[in-house]
């Protein structure tokens, strides 16, 4: 089953869907582009920031392995994702 959830990984049913803000858990920079997680999961809310060609700082996220967080496919960090429920 496929759930909808926030930049932080609250699912769509919850009193904090897109109204809370998580504590930063790990973060790393690679070569200017700076990764930020929210909690400790294998399967974790990460936030990429970087610039564009323009030079203006972009904010994307993305849901995966931290160890992944290179690889992922980041979405801009105001939209929703659909993810596969965890049992």
Known sequence: MKIQIDCYGFEATSE??????LATFLVKNDGGIV???FGTGEMRPIHRIDKDPDGCVRVMWAYG???EAED??????????MIDKED
């Open 65 to 67: 392995k931290w160890e």
């Open 72 to 81: 992922l496919a980041y979405v801009p960090i105001n939209e929703t994702i």
């Open 35 to 37: 990764y930020e997680c």
């Open 16 to 21: 904090h869907f897109q109204k809370r803000k």
